[in-house]
């Protein structure tokens, strides 16, 4: 998507670049020489020399395995440059040098390769440098660039439970034996759930996170009641409200409205400039009948919103906007303000910088139907951030949309203050059709949904042992301990209400929620209460009372 904001052209790559390969070249040997680890691989070569062909060919492949994983530690820590000037200019370098040292024989195809590699780091669309490479590049020198590349990947993919979530936040992503199982061994089905990594009080706080990305419900979107950014609800007289908004969103304070809008609320309902002053954007001057054209889709797109009061849509559309400010923000000369960082738990340290969409990558999703109001909404987001910046809609490919959609429907939370609202309209259209969000209070309680990068992975009971609560009086979620919790116990929360209502028997109450769970998470409770095999005993009836925390 970056590749339309900064203008390197396949032609700057076919284009040779007049480097002094050779010098290069000899730079790269002189080093390999004086380095003591490569002395002792030469060292370690000689002695296996009369080994068995076979085997000493083996143990090459391995170590050229190594080598290259050596060597993508150190490229990883060589710095990129700053700015999109620098960046073209670094990249134009090593393409050079690579083209240059790929004619020179076998022995200089893995720094041909890794120079090319390090093109391909700063490219702005990776995968269409790799076909271009596939194309360009001799074979086994492009097989070497994929090996680097799939090792990078794996690596960040198995690094990413050894720094999420950080230590701080008092629990772990854990593989455990799914339960019920007949005969359970070390080898049965496992389930990856969230577990507690000390032991927990009643009551206590465990973590607390901001979301990844949140949406008031549609009702109260330009009510002045509640902040569109933190869901603070709003003094009377005090709200902002941006003038070109076509959400008619409100503000609480002047922070929030800058978040929002750096975050995902320009991009797709403003009329500011498009990404920041001072990165390289794409040149194409925008006439006043584009900018016209925007705004007319934006508008039709707010109008769908506001009719359909569907807020799923949306938490996609701010999830992708967020993705691109992201890295917008890694293009921009400055260095970031504390206002635009995300406010996301800090990783571990040495983690390696993830982005939004390495967090929600892992999570699990609803398999949804591309039924005509879904190829709609798509159609509506996609005109929107085309309209923004071309090549964007490619974001939200029907695909994607789908995956993306299928998250926000299964993870997402609902948020509620002091137990929530009895104000929200009753949805329309068929029930199918309805927006779930996983709250122990009922979606039809919240004020607005949001998804969580760590909450994301608590898993539903109806006895849960952990609650979702909001005491600031913000969506900034606070995770509390419903009992006593043990190290390396289960976190489980009820992703919908589970009480019985009034003169509602024990019976219907599990119907209910058991419907209810099937419907928005399609899934069948197996958890203790369900079973009835700790029927009558405490659980459904200690359920927090909804009545704890209370908005400031
Ligand atoms: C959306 O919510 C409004 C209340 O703000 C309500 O009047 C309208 O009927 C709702 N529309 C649908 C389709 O649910
Ligand atoms: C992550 O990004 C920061 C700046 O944005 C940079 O200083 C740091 O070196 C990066 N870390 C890694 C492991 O790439
Ligand atoms: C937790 O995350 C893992 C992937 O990392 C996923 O497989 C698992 O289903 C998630 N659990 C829940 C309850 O979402
Ligand atoms: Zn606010
Ligand atoms: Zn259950």
């Known amino acids: ?200 009080q009643p009551g206590e706080e465990i973590y607390k996170e901001h979301p990844v990305v949140a949406q008031l419900d549609m009702d109260l979107e330009g009510t002045s009641r509640y902040c569109s950014h933190c869901f603070k609800e709003i003094l009377p007289f005090q709200s902002l409200s941006p003038v070109h908004d076509l959400l008619l969103s409100t503000y609480c304070s002047g922070e929030c409205e800058m978040l929002a809008s750096t975050q995902s609320q320009n991009l797709l309902f403003g009329r500011g400039p498009r990404v920041p002053d001072g990165v390289a954007l794409d040149q194409k001057e925008r006439s006043e009948e584009a900018e016209i054209e925007r705004r007319a889709y934006q508008q039709a797109f707010a109008d769908f919103l506001k009719a359909s009061n569907w807020t799923q849509v949306l938490l996609v559309a701010r999830f992708c906007a967020r993705q691109v400010a992201e890295e917008v923000k890694k293009l921009e000369p400055q260095p970031l303000s504390l206002l635009e960082r995300s406010r996301l738990p800090e990783p571990a340290a040495g983690s390696p910088n993830y982005t939004f969409f390495d967090h929600v990558e892992r999570l699990k999703y609803l398999d949804i139907k591309p039924i005509e109001m879904v190829m709609l909404e798509n159609h509506l987001l996609k005109d929107v951030l085309s309209k923004a910046v071309d090549g964007l809609e490619e974001l939200v490919s029907l695909d994607k949309y789908l995956m993306m959609k299928g998250k926000m429907a299964y993870n997402a939370i609902g948020v509620a203050f002091a137990g929530g609202r009895d104000d929200k309209p009753e949805p329309k259209g068929h029930i199918e059709t309805w927006e779930w969000s996983r709250t122990p209070y009922g979606t039809n309680r919240q004020i607005g949904s949001a998804l969580y990068r760590v909450s994301s992975n608590l898993t539903h009971s109806c006895s849960p042992s952990v609650r979702p609560t909001f005491p600031t009086g913000t969506n900034e979620l606070h995770l509390v301990a419903n009992r006593a919790i043990s190290k390396g116990e289960e976190l489980t929360m009820a992703y919908t209400y589970t009480h019985a209502d009034g003169d509602e028997s024990e019976e219907d109450a599990r119907r209910r929620r058991r419907t209810r769970l099937a419907r928005g998470w399609r899934f069948a409770c197996e958890c203790e209460t369900c079973a009835g095999k700790k029927e009558g005993l405490p659980g459904v009836a200690t359920l927090p009372q909804p009545i704890l925390e209370h908005a400031i």
Do not use: C
Request: charged share 25%; net charge positive.
């Open 1 to 200: 998507m970056v590749s339309k904001v900064i203008q390197y052209t396949t032609i700057v790559f076919i284009s040779t670049v007049a480097i002094s390969s050779i010098a290069y070249a000899a730079w790269w040997d002189s080093k390999r020489r004086n380095d003591p680890a490569f002395r002792k691989k030469i060292r370690k070569e000689h002695k296996r020399i009369h080994k068995h062909a076979k085997a000493a060919e083996e143990r090459a492949k391995q170590q050229q395995t190594e080598d290259l994983k050596e060597a993508l530690e150190m490229i990883k820590v060589e710095p990129v440059p700053p700015t999109a000037e620098e960046r073209e200019q670094y990249f134009m370098q090593h393409v050079g040098v690579g083209e240059q040292l790929s004619v020179q024989g076998p022995a200089f195809y893995v720094p041909a390769a890794l120079s090319f590699y390090r093109a391909l780091r700063v490219y702005p669309s990776p995968v269409e440098l790799i076909m271009i490479y596939q194309k360009t590049v001799p074979e086994p020198i492009f097989k070497i660039v994929m090996d680097l590349t799939s090792m990078d990947t794996r690596e960040r993919a198995e690094g990413y439970y050894h720094y999420f979530p950080p230590p701080y936040m008092n629990v772990e992503v854990k593989q455990i034996l799914q339960l019920g199982e007949p005969g359970e061994s070390e080898k049965g089905p496992r389930r990856i759930v969230l577990v507690a990594t000390k032991d927990l």
